[in-house]
Structure formats: C-alpha cells, structure tokens
C-alpha cells in the first residue's frame, strides 16, 4: 500500500501511454490525486513518467498493464487496486482508436477489433468497478465519446459506430447508477493533437483499383489537415477533471472547435441540408 494514496482520492486511467490519457493522468496529479494510469504496454510508461517528474507529480503517479480487451488483465487489475487503495473513485475510460476505411473494403475484423477496445473493452471496465462505487453510494465514471458520437463521416464508420454505442451505453448507465449517487459522464472532444491520427488511418484501403481511392485520399488530407490544426489535449483533461470534481456533473460535455455549433446544427437542420453539406466537404475537390 502506497501511504500517500490512502486519503486522497483514487483516479483510474486507462489508456495512459499517451495522448488524452497522458495529459489527463498528470493533470489529476497535479490536483492532488492519486492516479492509477493503466497501459497495454508498460515500456511506454517512461513518457507520462518523464512529464510526472517535470511536474514535480511523479509521486502521485503510479502506472498499470491492462489491455481492456482482456478480461483476465480487467479481472486482476481492478480488484487489486481497489484492494489495495481502498478505492477507486474516478474511473476515466480513455483507451480507444479510430478505424478509418469504407465499410464495403473494411473486414468484419476491422469492426469486430474496433469494438473490443472501444465499446466491449470500456463496458468490462466500467462493470469491475460498479458493486464498488454502488456500495460506497459514491463514484464518477468518465467516458471518452467524441463529436463522431453524435454526428458521422464516411470513411470512419467503425469509430463513429463505437462511440454512438457508447453514448447509448453512458445514458442508460446513468439512469442505472443515479440513485446510487454515482455518475456517469460523456466526454464529447472534437479535434484534439494526439496519437490517434497517425495510428487509426492505417485500415483505409490503399489499392489503386479502390473504387473509393479518390474519396479515400480526400479524407485523408482532411484529416490531415486536422491533425496539423487540432487543439492542445491539456484543454479537454482539465475538463475532464472539472468534472470528477462536480458533485452532480452534467450527463454530456462536447468540448473543441465547433462542436457544439455542429451538435446544434444537426438538432436544427432537416438531415438533408446536412448530408449535401458533410459530402460536399469530404469528396474530392474536381
Ligand atoms: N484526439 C482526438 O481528437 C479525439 C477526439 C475525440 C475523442 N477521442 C477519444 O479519446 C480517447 C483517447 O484517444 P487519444 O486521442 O488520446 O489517442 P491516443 O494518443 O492514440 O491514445 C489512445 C490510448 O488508448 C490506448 N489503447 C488502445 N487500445 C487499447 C487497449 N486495447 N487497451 C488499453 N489501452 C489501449 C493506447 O495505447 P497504445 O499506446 O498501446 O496504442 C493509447 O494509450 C479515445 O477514446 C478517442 O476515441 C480523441
């Protein structure tokens, strides 16, 4: 047992070797909690850990292996960490990539693998921790969804799918949990600089004879061009924190450029408007 940790509130992170989860690891930190920042892969811990040192935070930071689609890892892990912690206060469900092709040149794999970590991965999290939060009437579940889980694009049907199963998911939990005092939060960025744009665009297709090539290259200098002009990560972790501190926090936080006014829109605009709208933007430019 860790005697820092013992009065101090418990964060669990999954996902933490970068990105969202990173910066959110050491911003919890930084407010004075101890974090629990799991990873599939521990050799990439020394990234967070270099940054905890910088912050001065590195005592508040302890890193974890689990892989969330592995349930014996999620059967080990969250057990001994309430165990030995007394509890786990926050869980932040972070660890999730984005499929990028067209459904027709995309595998039932690619799918399949895409909701194992984002959908089935983030449920079998999310049920270790509920007999405990509900005994201690007390607890925050925080999930990442995204602007892809409220509006979609072609091109990324398997991200945008995982994440309107999460929010179906967050919103039905919510009802479940309200009145056992524990929350459940929806996490809606847009465009934010992480890893998830150079990992997740490797399922497009890149054969030639792709019906879908030129489309495909369209949407991948789109994406492109919005990795290059995302947002600092370090916004989205501070409200991530904000919420964990709020004693009835909201069900859904959209966060980033534009994504409240598109959310708006959408609500607004007959889906036809809409549809001409989003195709025009992601097909070639003749
Ligand atoms: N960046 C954005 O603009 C944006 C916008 C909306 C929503 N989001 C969401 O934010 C979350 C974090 O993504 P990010 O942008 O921070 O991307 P990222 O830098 O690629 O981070 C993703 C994290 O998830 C981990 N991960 C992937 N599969 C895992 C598994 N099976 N078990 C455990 N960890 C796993 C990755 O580990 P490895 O290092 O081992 O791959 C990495 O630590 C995701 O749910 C994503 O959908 C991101």
């Known amino acids: 047992m860790n005697p820092c940790s013992q009065s101090r509130s418990v964060v669990f992170i999954t996902g933490a070797s970068s990105g969202f989860g990173l910066v959110t690891s050491l911003v919890f930190a930084e407010a004075g909690y101890f974090v629990l920042a799991s990873m599939r892969d521990l050799s990439k811990q020394e990234s967070l850990l270099e940054q905890a040192r910088e912050r001065n935070v590195a005592i508040n930071i302890e890193c974890i292996t689990m892989d969330v689609t592995k349930q014996d890892d999620i059967d080990y892990v969250i057990p001994e960490v309430i165990e030995r912690f007394g509890s786990i ?31 089935f ?52 939990l919510r009802l479940e949990m309200l009145p056992y005092n524990v ?9 934010y600089q992480t890893d998830i744009w150079s990992k997740g665009m490797t399922d497009f297709n890149t054969d030639l004879e792709s019906p879908y090539q030129e489309r495909t290259n369209a949407l991948k200098k789109i994406v492109n061009h919005i990795a290059e002009t995302a947002d600092n990560p370090e916004e989205v972790a501070h409200l991530i924190l904000k919420t964990a501190q709020a004693n009835h926090p909201d069900l859904r936080y959209p966060v980033g450029k534009n994504v409240k006014n598109m959310t708006r829109l959408k609500n607004l ?18």
């Not at 990028?100 to 895409?114: I, K, V």
């Open 269 to 286: 605009l007959p889906w036809r408007w809409l549809e001409r709208v989003i195709l025009k933007k992601t097909s070639p430019r003749k």
């Open 183 to 191: 929350h459940v939060v929806l996490i809606e960025p847009g465009s």
């Open 121 to 172: 991965g983030l449920i079998a999290v999310t049920k270790a921790v509920l007999s405990h939060m509900r005994r201690r009437k007390r607890g925050t579940i925080i999930n990442l969804s995204s602007i892809s889980g409220r509006m979609a694009l072609p091109g990324l049907g398997p991200y945008s799918a995982s994440k309107y199963a999460i929010e179906g998911f967050s919103e039905s």
């Open 89 to 119: 206060d926050v869980l932040v469900n972070n660890a999730g990539y984005a499929a990028g092709g067209f459904t027709e040149e995309l595998s039932s794999e690619d799918w399949r693998r895409q909701f194992e970590t984002n959908v």
